[in-house]
C-alpha cells in the first residue's frame, strides 16, 4: 500500500515558480511509475507529468513541456514537481498519484492509478 501527501500549491502571478512535493509511504514506492494530475474547474482530471520508478523515464503533456519538470528521490520517498513560467491556465488542484502498473510504463488514464494524495491547490493570477 502506498499513501501520498502532496504540499507546495499556493497563489503566485504569471510567471511565476512554484514547487510541489508528494511524500510517499509504503514498501511499494520505489517500484512504482509516479505521476502528478490536475483538475481545473469544470475540466477532467488530466495527467500532466509522470516519472518511472527509476527517474529515467519522463512523460510531460504540451502544454507544459519546458516549464514543468518533474523528479523523484526514492531515498526519500519523494516525487517533486517545479512549475515555472506559471500561466492562469495551470490554475488547478495538483494531484501525485501511483500507477498501478496495468499497460505500459505509465498510463493517461487516472483509472490506472490506484493510489492518490488528498491535493494541492496552485493559482496563478495575471
Known amino acids: 500500500q502506498v499513501q501520498l501527501v502532496e504540499s507546495g500549491g499556493g497563489l503566485v502571478q504569471a510567471g511565476g515558480s512554484l514547487r510541489l512535493s508528494c511524500a510517499a509511504s509504503?514498501?511499494?514506492?520505489?517500484?512504482?511509475?509516479m505521476g502528478w494530475f490536475r483538475q481545473a474547474p469544470a475540466k477532467e482530471r488530466e495527467l500532466v507529468t509522470a516519472i518511472s520508478w527509476s527517474g529515467r523515464s519522463t512523460w510531460y503533456t504540451d502544454s507544459v513541456k519546458g516549464r514543468f519538470t518533474i523528479s523523484r528521490d526514492n531515498a526519500k520517498k519523494t516525487v517533486n514537481l517545479q512549475l515555472s513560467s506559471l500561466k492562469p491556465e495551470d490554475t488547478a488542484v495538483y494531484y501525485c498519484a501511483a500507477y498501478s502498473g496495468s499497460s505500459g510504463w505509465f498510463s493517461g488514464s487516472q483509472k490506472d492509478y490506484d493510489y492518490w494524495g488528498q491535493g494541492t491547490q496552485v493559482t496563478v493570477s495575471s
Open positions: 509504503g514498501r511499494t514506492f520505489t517500484t512504482r511509475t
